[in-house]
């Protein structure tokens, strides 16, 4: 072989878009040293986010509607419908607590589900289905219903393509999600960006609510649920805490490095400006607990810990380091819970 002939072929496109990752300087990753840095800071992250989360839809009046109440032990579950945009409707559960009596109102929550059966899941209705209550037990994935037991008033949505909402994201043998980000960005539109607009929607909702204190409300969620949460806690100064589970990390660690991702939970052309933890950073002051488990294969751990310094970072910078923690247990990927209660009791 020729003293100047290459060692090798260059064929991937992993090793390629690697190679594009680290040699990115995003130009708005946080490097604050004083508040006032970090006003200008975030007034430009989040103005950027929002351009690149383009196109939103038009708002329009909710016009909600009750479809069900059924009594439970300890609350009421409501199953309700409105519109977060003309021509489109979330379907939810409202889960009130039977202790509250009006006129008190209560915190509310916005609890987000990840992927699989959408609102179901997070109230801990499996249909009979074996399988699925195993899916949920193992995942401790009833959130809604647990914090609806603690005395919160919690609301829990199908997102655009989970639960009711699938019609349109079934291709046999093809991620769901992916074909309709490739059909959508034809149109110049965002699936999560249309789902982080129902998330806005849903807190619109919350605050119509007479049991719910309108300023008092949090968001959480696990895995997608996490997605969910994170980027509408930068964006909406109305969650006044978020628990995210399962997901900050570095894209990276799991998007670019495991692939462990789908056209639900993209920006385009994000990390040209910032990675992950800078859009959770977009959160401070509010409080954020961040749970990461140790044996999440999707989430590696190592990542996790990574972002949540980062993140820690900006508290610190604000003098607010107690508003930001991390509930590190031994486990997977799953809610966990032992943090996330009396979390949620102290800042709301």
């Not at 103005?47 to 989360?53: G, P, T, W």
């Not at 909702?205 to 696990?222: A, S």
């Not at 959770?280 to 999440?296: F, K, N, Q, T």
Request: proline share 6%; glycine share 8%; charged share 25%.
């Amino acid at each position: 072989m020729a003293s100047d002939e290459r060692p090798r072929a260059a064929f991937s496109a992993d090793e390629y878009l690697g190679r594009r990752y680290e040699a990115l300087k995003p130009s708005l990753a946080f490097n604050a040293t004083s508040e006032e840095q970090w006003r200008a800071w975030r007034s430009a992250l989040e103005a950027k986010l929002i351009e690149l989360m383009e196109e939103w839809p038009e708002p329009c009046n909710l016009e909600p509607q009750l479809l069900e109440r059924i009594e439970e032990d300890h609350y009421v579950r409501e199953k309700v419908v409105f519109q977060s945009e003309p021509g489109v409707d979330v379907p939810a559960y409202v889960l009130v607590p039977k202790a509250l009596k009006p006129p008190e109102r209560r915190p509310g929550l916005l609890c987000a589900h990840g992927h699989g059966n959408g609102k179901d899941d997070v109230i801990g209705a499996s249909h009979g289905d074996e399988a699925r209550a195993r899916s949920i037990k193992e995942a401790n994935y009833d959130y809604a219903r647990q914090l609806a037991l603690e005395g919160y008033v919690t609301l829990a949505p199908d997102w655009r393509g989970f639960g009711e909402r699938s019609e349109g994201y079934r291709f046999p043998g093809r991620d769901g999600c992916n074909v309709v980000q490739l059909k959508a960005s034809l149109l110049g539109l965002n699936p999560l960006t249309l789902n982080v607009w129902d998330a806005i929607r849903c807190l619109d909702y919350l605050e119509t609510r007479p049991e719910v204190k309108p300023d008092r409300i949090g968001m959480m969620g696990l895995s997608y649920g996490g997605t969910l949460t994170l980027f509408t806690a930068a964006l909406d100064q109305r969650v006044k805490a978020a628990v995210i589970s399962g997901y900050l990390n570095s894209f990276k660690a799991f998007a670019l490095g495991l692939g462990n991702f789908c056209g639900s939970q993209i920006v385009p052309g994000l990390l040209r400006y910032a990675e992950m933890w800078d859009v959770a950073g977009l959160i401070a002051p509010r409080p954020i607990l961040v749970e990461s488990g140790a044996r999440d294969e999707g989430f590696p751990i190592e990542a996790a810990r990574l972002a949540y310094a980062k993140l820690r970072r900006v508290y610190e910078v604000l003098g607010v380091p107690e508003r930001c923690e991390m509930d590190e247990f031994d486990g997977g990927h799953r809610f966990h819970g032992a943090k996330a209660l009396d979390w949620l009791a102290r800042w709301l």
